[in-house]
Structures are given as structure tokens and as C-alpha cells.
């Protein structure tokens, strides 16, 4: 078991205001924990590319739309041979 395991371990073993001490405790690690950072960031990141997604959601359906359309065409051709 890791280190943040044994810790959830022993505040489901507390009641009452000290399992209340002991989560704001262990959120307070968290906040000053280092690693919990990098998953704040990557949060961020999906967060922006969302946004851009949905910024330019039209223009990427016209194009994707549009490739589509090319993609299958050419498929036909292909399917059914010269004429």
C-alpha cells in the first residue's frame, strides 16, 4: 500500500470532528504536493483545447465534413470502375 493509501486508510477509520481535522489535513497535503500540480495542468490544457474546439466547431464540421465527402467519392469510383 503507498503512502497516500495508508493515509485514506486511517481518516475512514476516524468519526465526527476528527475525520474532519484529518480531511482538511490531508487536503492541505494535496494543495502543497507537487504531483497534484501536473494533474491541475493537464486539466488546464483539455480545458483550452475544449475551447478552441468549440470555438472552431463550425469551420472543423465544414472541413471534416468535406473530407468526407472526398473519401467517399473517390471510394465509388473505385468500387465502381470506369464507366
Same mark, same amino acid.
Given at each position: *500500500?503507498?503512502?497516500?493509501?495508508?493515509?485514506?486508510?486511517?481518516?475512514?477509520? !476516524?468519526?465526527?470532528? #476528527? %475525520?474532519? /481535522?484529518?480531511?482538511?489535513? +490531508?487536503?492541505?497535503? @494535496?494543495?502543497?504536493?507537487? #504531483?497534484?500540480?501536473?494533474?491541475? #495542468?493537464?486539466?488546464? *490544457?483539455? +480545458?483550452?483545447?475544449? *475551447?478552441?474546439? %468549440?470555438? @472552431?466547431?463550425?469551420?472543423?464540421?465544414? /472541413?471534416?465534413?468535406?473530407?468526407?465527402? !472526398?473519401? @467517399? +467519392?473517390? %471510394?465509388?469510383?473505385?468500387?465502381?470502375?470506369?464507366?
Amino acid at each position: *500500500m503507498n503512502k497516500k493509501n495508508l493515509k485514506l486508510e486511517k481518516i475512514k477509520e !476516524k468519526k465526527g470532528p #476528527e %475525520m474532519k /481535522r484529518q480531511i482538511i489535513k +490531508a487536503l492541505k497535503e @494535496f494543495w502543497k504536493d507537487e #504531483e497534484g500540480q501536473t494533474s491541475t #495542468e493537464y486539466i488546464l *490544457m483539455v +480545458a483550452i483545447v475544449v *475551447m478552441i474546439i %468549440m470555438r @472552431f466547431r463550425t469551420e472543423l464540421e465544414r /472541413r471534416i465534413s468535406g473530407l468526407i465527402e !472526398k473519401t @467517399f +467519392a473517390s %471510394m465509388d469510383s473505385v468500387v465502381s470502375g470506369p464507366k
